[in-house]
């Protein structure tokens, strides 16, 4: 089920954070990282970032730091792939290894995937397993519409009532307009399966 979503306030949390983490609960996410991920955190659950110092090291071996550092009390790992700020992508085995990484502890991996349309490699988010998964995205990058001033995100369908209870208890104001240019858009890219590749 794809959602769109407002802009974010980093005062509160995101949906992803309201749904999946509670406080006391941990976050991991690689470092360096684009700042909203890591203000947001700080405001509504404990950091655990993943130290990258280089763009190799986000690409090859991401998942064996994960691996090393997990524990029970992290409910969501974020992986940005096209990196910010590095550009670097994660490679396969590494998706696939932190898939199984986070299905066997029982947390969230969130995509966020709001530059994919810069890169013309297969798309990452083929190695995640849909169901343990949220993907955001832009709608500003994705389909060229800097004016559109939202986001999306696909979360699996028995989980959509959480998420949309999330939103509902975080933000106000978001144009109607807009969100039905959103709906619009997305509907005709979920009717030809674009939005999946």
């Not at 949390?13 to 684009?34: I, N, R």
């Not at 947390?107 to 993907?135: H, P, Q, T």
């Not at 959509?160 to 975080?170: D, M």
């Not at 106000?172 to 509907?187: H, K, N, Q, W």
């Given at each position: 089920?794809?959602?769109?979503?407002?802009?974010?306030?980093?005062?509160?949390?995101?949906?992803?954070?309201?749904?999946?983490?509670?406080?006391?609960?941990?976050?991991?996410?690689?470092v360096p990282s684009f700042p909203y991920w890591g203000?947001?955190?700080?405001?509504?659950?404990?950091?655990?970032?993943?130290?990258?110092?280089?763009?190799?090291?986000?690409?090859?071996?991401?998942?064996?730091?994960?691996?090393?550092?997990?524990?029970?009390?992290?409910?969501?790992?974020?992986?940005?792939?096209?990196?910010?700020?590095?550009?670097?992508?994660?490679?396969?085995?590494?998706?696939?290894?932190?898939?199984?990484?986070?299905?066997?502890?029982?947390?969230?991996?969130?995509?966020?995937?709001?530059?994919?349309?810069?890169?013309?490699?297969?798309?990452?988010?083929?190695?995640?397993?849909?169901?343990?998964?949220?993907?955001?995205?832009?709608?500003?990058?994705?389909?060229?519409?800097?004016?559109?001033?939202?986001?999306?995100?696909?979360?699996?369908?028995?989980?959509?009532?959480?998420?949309?209870?999330?939103?509902?208890?975080?933000?106000?104001?978001?144009?109607?307009?807009?969100?039905?240019?959103?709906?619009?858009?997305?509907?005709?890219?979920?009717?030809?399966?674009?939005?999946?590749?």
């Amino acid at each position: 089920m794809v959602l769109p979503l407002p802009p974010c306030d980093t005062s509160r949390k995101t949906p992803s954070l309201f749904t999946y983490a509670d406080e006391g609960d941990k976050v991991m996410y690689p470092v360096p990282s684009f700042p909203y991920w890591g203000n947001t955190i700080r405001k509504a659950t404990l950091n655990r970032p993943i130290i990258c110092s280089n763009p190799h090291i986000l690409s090859n071996s991401v998942g064996n730091i994960i691996e090393k550092k997990i524990d029970d009390k992290v409910k969501l790992i974020i992986i940005n792939s096209p990196h910010n700020p590095f550009g670097s992508l994660l490679s396969k085995d590494q998706a696939l290894k932190i898939n199984e990484i986070a299905k066997g502890k029982g947390c969230k991996v969130l995509l966020d995937d709001v530059y994919r349309a810069f890169c013309k490699k297969e798309w990452i988010g083929n190695y995640f397993d849909m169901e343990n998964s949220i993907i955001v995205d832009s709608f500003s990058k994705r389909f060229g519409m800097p004016g559109l001033r939202l986001g999306f995100a696909r979360v699996p369908k028995n989980e959509v009532k959480y998420f949309r209870a999330s939103l509902a208890n975080n933000y106000v104001g978001v144009s109607m307009s807009s969100v039905v240019i959103a709906d619009f858009v997305l509907e005709l890219f979920l009717n030809n399966k674009s939005l999946n590749s």
